[in-house]
């Protein structure tokens, strides 16, 4: 048996119910007894591969075109968003999101879990994104920010000057999709349990509680996918 539990998370930076899920999920994980023996992963997942950076775009218009969707619809999901946010503890600025492809910083997150920073990566670049308003495509940007968080700017540089990495970003998002998430974020705790979305803390209580019993007791190895 491993020494720590593993926690994988599947997330895209610029998702909102990622930045909330990893809010309740955080405060689960720190009133659980045993939060010592967990290990936290983050793994790759855009939810639109594809998209053109268009930082001149605001979010609101942004969301109403791509659902077909009035700008009064819009604005109101955001304004539910920015509620949702919060209540845990966060401060979304809508206003100041700049519309941009994530591709970049996901390999960036990738280099961080060779140092077990991804939980450090993730956090940053949630916060430039949905509070700072920092443009999450461009590489100086993601230079700066990344060295906040402690990774060192020469190997940043060097990634983000190269293609490396590609393949696991890519990989991680085609592995979600395997275990059947088509959307972020998704949890899976010991690879037996999965929860999806910004549940309450206490899905990620009784998840986390039932994923750790197992993995105590060696039960069955076989990858099970189920919502605790």
């Known amino acids: 048996m491993e020494d720590k539990m593993k926690v994988e998370i599947w997330s895209d930076v610029m998702c909102p119910f990622c930045y909330i899920g990893k809010r309740k999920f955080e405060a689960a994980l720190a ?6 023996e967990i290990e936290v992963v983050w793994h790759s997942f855009q939810l639109n591969p594809g998209l053109e950076n268009q930082p001149g775009k605001d979010a609101y218009t942004y969301l109403a075109e791509i659902k077909g969707q009035t700008l009064e619809w819009s604005v109101r999901v955001h304004q539910s968003l920015i509620e949702m946010a919060e209540n845990v ?11 941009a492809n994530s591709f970049d910083a996901h390999r960036v997150i990738q280099l961080a879990r060779k140092y077990n920073m991804t939980d450090e990566i ?5 916060k430039a994104y949905f509070t700072e308003g920092e443009l999450m495509s461009d590489r100086a940007t993601l230079i700066r920010l990344a060295t906040e968080a402690g990774l060192a700017k020469d190997e940043v540089t060097a990634v983000l000057e190269s293609d490396q990495y590609a393949e696991e970003v890519r990989f991680d998002g085609a592995e979600a999709r395997k275990l059947g998430a088509n959307g972020v974020p998704f949890f899976l705790m010991n690879k037996k349990f999965s929860v999806y979305g910004a549940q309450d803390s206490s899905v990620f209580t009784t998840a986390l509680q039932k994923a750790y019993d197992a993995w105590k007791n060696k039960g069955d190895s076989k990858p099970t996918f189920r919502m605790a």
Request: hydrophobic letters at 35%; glycine letters at 4%.
């Open 89 to 99: 503890g966060l401060e979304y600025h809508f206003e100041k999101a700049k519309i």
């Open 31 to 36: 009133a659980f007894p045993h939060k010592n």
């Open 122 to 126: 993730e956090e940053r670049f949630f």
